[in-house]
């Protein structure tokens, strides 16, 4: 484990640069993360955002740093902490291609909302994927990930849904066989009576 000390120089090289963010890859940078401050402050942001994405409004499981300032490292600025889906993360640190996008570009990325919409995805559990609209090709990038996003999301929805469903199914059935063996050995009582 880094010291205290160890930390807070990373932090402090990140303050001074602020478009440099190389310093997030450290070791340090993983330590803090699997610690018990960030869990908290994570914990605090997801909450404070009812666990929805800030970026495209779906359901958000990742605190984003906008900034790496100390005070938000401390848990002292909640305010430039923000909840996002796995879908916007990625989108935020990764262009389409898959190669790393720089830090100046994150901000812009996050803040590109959903506001131009796209047809909701159709789940049909026979099919292991809903299919793609119909105008696919001429979404966004964003939109496509989007997409993509709420539609795993509903699928895992439908899923788990229909797994309640059955769940629910098979205990009235073992209900109905335990009553049937309970009548039967009532009606066994009596015959001896
Ligand atoms: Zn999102
Ligand atoms: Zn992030």
Same mark, same amino acid.
């Given at each position: 484990m880094p010291t205290q000390e160890e930390v807070r120089a990373v932090f402090e090289h990140m303050r001074q640069n602020p478009t440099d963010f190389s310093a997030v890859e450290s070791p340090d940078y993983s330590d803090y993360l699997a610690g018990s401050l960030w869990r908290k402050i994570k914990r605090r942001v997801l909450e404070?955002?009812?666990?929805?994405? +800030?970026?495209?409004?779906?359901?958000?499981?990742?605190?984003?740093?906008?900034?790496?300032?100390?005070?938000?490292?401390?848990? %002292?600025a909640d305010h430039l902490l923000a909840?996002?889906?796995?879908?916007?993360? !990625?989108?935020?640190?990764?262009?389409?291609?898959?190669a790393k996008r720089p830090s100046d570009e994150w901000e812009?990325?996050?803040?590109?909302?959903?506001? +131009?919409?796209?047809?909701?995805?159709?789940?049909?559990?026979?099919? %292991?994927?809903?299919p793609h609209p119909a105008t696919w090709d001429r979404m966004t990038a964003k939109q496509k990930q989007l997409w993509q996003t709420s539609a795993i999301a509903l699928t895992k929805e439908a899923r788990e849904r229909k797994r !309640?469903?059955?769940?629910?199914?098979?205990?009235?059935?073992?209900?109905? !066989? !335990?009553?049937?063996? %309970?009548?039967?050995d009532g009606q066994r009582a009596y015959r001896k009576l």
């Amino acid at each position: 484990m880094p010291t205290q000390e160890e930390v807070r120089a990373v932090f402090e090289h990140m303050r001074q640069n602020p478009t440099d963010f190389s310093a997030v890859e450290s070791p340090d940078y993983s330590d803090y993360l699997a610690g018990s401050l960030w869990r908290k402050i994570k914990r605090r942001v997801l909450e404070r955002d009812d666990k929805t994405c +800030q970026s495209c409004g779906g359901p958000g499981s990742v605190a984003h740093h906008r900034s790496y300032a100390q005070e938000v490292m401390d848990g %002292n600025a909640d305010h430039l902490l923000a909840t996002v889906c796995e879908g916007c993360h !990625a989108l935020i640190h990764f262009t389409d291609q898959g190669a790393k996008r720089p830090s100046d570009e994150w901000e812009a990325v996050f803040l590109e909302t959903k506001s +131009q919409a796209f047809p909701e995805p159709h789940v049909d559990l026979r099919r %292991n994927f809903p299919p793609h609209p119909a105008t696919w090709d001429r979404m966004t990038a964003k939109q496509k990930q989007l997409w993509q996003t709420s539609a795993i999301a509903l699928t895992k929805e439908a899923r788990e849904r229909k797994r !309640a469903k059955a769940e629910r199914r098979h205990l009235s059935e073992s209900q109905r !066989a !335990a009553v049937a063996a %309970n009548l039967k050995d009532g009606q066994r009582a009596y015959r001896k009576l």
